[in-house]
């Protein structure tokens, strides 16, 4: 996740955060859907709009570690974890795993 630059398209603003916070360089597909959220601790709050697409990373390419990204891994849809970096992203899993693009 990350804020798009200024003109920057959503499609290319996931592609270079996806880069930036796991060295992964991926192809961005479909959209998958929009959730609103909450960002930070400010009063009040913050709204965000968040938007999350299919992407596909080249099956040599490993994730590596930044100061974005803790934890990482690769995961069968069966065995997704139930904690994830923000509400609104077991959201997004959750219509993915209902949704055509995951079988």
Same mark, same amino acid.
């Given at each position: 996740?990350?804020?798009?630059?200024?003109?920057?398209?959503?499609?290319?603003?996931?592609r270079r955060e996806t880069w930036e916070e796991t060295g992964l360089d991926v192809k961005i597909g479909e959209?998958?859907?929009?959730w609103g959220d $909450?960002?930070?601790?400010?009063?009040p709050a913050e709204y965000t709009l968040n938007i999350y697409f299919l992407?596909? @990373?080249?099956?040599?390419?490993q994730p590596r570690? $930044?100061?974005e990204a803790v934890e990482f891994g690769w995961f069968a849809r069966e065995a997704i974890p139930e904690?994830? @970096?923000?509400?609104?992203v077991r959201q997004a899993v959750a219509a993915w795993v209902d949704s055509a693009w995951a079988s």
């Open positions: 996740g990350g804020f798009c630059e200024v003109d920057e398209h959503p499609r290319h603003t996931a959209c998958l859907g929009m $909450t960002y930070g601790d400010a009063q992407a596909e @990373a080249g099956y040599t390419q570690r $930044t100061d904690e994830l @970096a923000f509400p609104h």
